[in-house]
């Protein structure tokens, strides 16, 4: 039984739908393919506890332990009062050793936790999870993975997604790695058929900035290394993985967040105009259902860290019961499939 340590601690709406999503997870894990887990809620019992005592999934999963005389609680609440807010400096979990972020990060290091989620302190997280996970041989700076939705039935991944502003060649040459390793073992694409980008201004070798034309001459001898691709690329299934520093793809992920919202309220205002359109909306009414979820962050879940030795999950601050949920579901498919050891293992052989 895989045990997820997520912190509870610091997301925009509180305890409450983190500790629903995390106990939906613990129940469902089955029916999404995952295997079953236990969920290290940490955090501030008198937060926690009333949501786990009003829950109808915190009692069923307690039946579920009774029944198959489970010796291990499915569920246990790692008290803590201090939490890092977001007006605060990522700095000050390093500091703060009685904070959520920090303990549920030392639950994994010490091995009573085998992966991390948290949707609080993204800061925190990122340094917390490279300087005491540690990072894996080879990895420079770990990189933020985000998935994006196209227009297929996979997603894309794009990273640097916001961890490093500034990066060299290199960097974006071990981001084509972990990415290329985390869409084979996590995400179960084909090998032979997996497509790593760098982001530019075109597609020819010679567009772009200083930055990603040294890169690109590195990529070259790779042959997962598809070229230079531009950001309509990223949703359209030509390319299964992008590059870019944590400053672009920063930018792309909140550009694309804005844009689904915008297109979305859009459609409203438009649909609601008219009579006829109302009927059109009532007909559309699954098509619109299914766009909503695909484009929809919390289906995602969260962005794993790549590049550290064991597995962490950054989830957005407004995660809802959904998104954490599908964040676990992340974390545990990554234990699974082992990703942290095979990137690794590609490190390795590329030293070697």
């Not at 977001?86 to 972020?101: F, H, P, Q, V, W």
């Amino acid at each position: 039984m895989w045990k997820i340590a997520v912190d509870v601690m610091g997301a925009d709406h509180g305890v409450a739908p983190i500790v629903e999503g995390a106990l939906q997870a613990a129940k469902s894990h089955k029916s999404h393919g995952c295997p079953a887990c236990k969920i290290l809620l940490v955090g501030d019992e008198r937060q926690i506890v009333p949501v786990l005592d009003q829950s109808p999934i915190a009692r069923e999963l307690q039946h579920i332990q009774s029944s198959q005389n489970l010796q291990e609680s499915i569920i246990e609440v790692v008290h803590c009062s201090d939490y890092i807010r977001m007006e605060e400096s990522a700095t000050d979990a390093l500091k703060r050793k009685e904070s959520s972020i920090y303990i549920a990060t030392e639950l994994v290091r010490e091995g009573r936790a085998d992966a991390l989620v948290s949707p609080g302190h993204s800061g925190s997280t990122m340094s917390l999870a490279t300087l005491r996970l540690g990072r894996i041989a080879g990895v420079s700076r770990p990189a933020i993975c985000t998935l994006m939705p196209t227009i297929t039935d996979k997603p894309s991944m794009i990273l640097d997604a916001g961890a490093n502003t500034d990066c060299k060649p290199e960097y974006l040459v071990e981001f084509a790695i972990m990415g290329y390793e985390y869409a084979r073992s996590v995400m179960g694409y084909d090998d032979n058929a997996i497509r790593v980008g760098l982001l530019a201004n075109g597609e020819e070798e010679s567009k772009g900035n200083e930055l990603t034309k040294a890169a690109f001459a590195l990529l070259k001898g790779y042959p997962f290394f598809k070229g230079n691709v531009e950001g309509n690329d990223i949703f359209n299934g030509s390319v299964d993985v992008i590059v870019c520093d944590g400053f672009s793809g920063n930018l792309v992920l909140k550009a694309s967040e804005g844009v689904a919202s915008s297109i979305s309220q859009i459609l409203k205002q438009e649909i609601k105009t008219s009579p006829l359109r109302l009927l059109g909306g009532l007909l559309l009414k699954g098509a619109f259902a299914n766009l909503k979820k695909k484009v929809d962050y919390a289906e995602y879940g969260g962005a794993p860290l790549l590049g550290v030795k064991q597995v962490a999950i950054i989830s957005h601050g407004k995660s809802n019961a959904r998104a954490i949920e599908n964040a676990v579901y992340q974390a545990l498919r990554a234990c699974e499939a082992k990703v942290c050891e095979r990137i690794a293992q590609a490190f390795a052989s590329t030293k070697g």
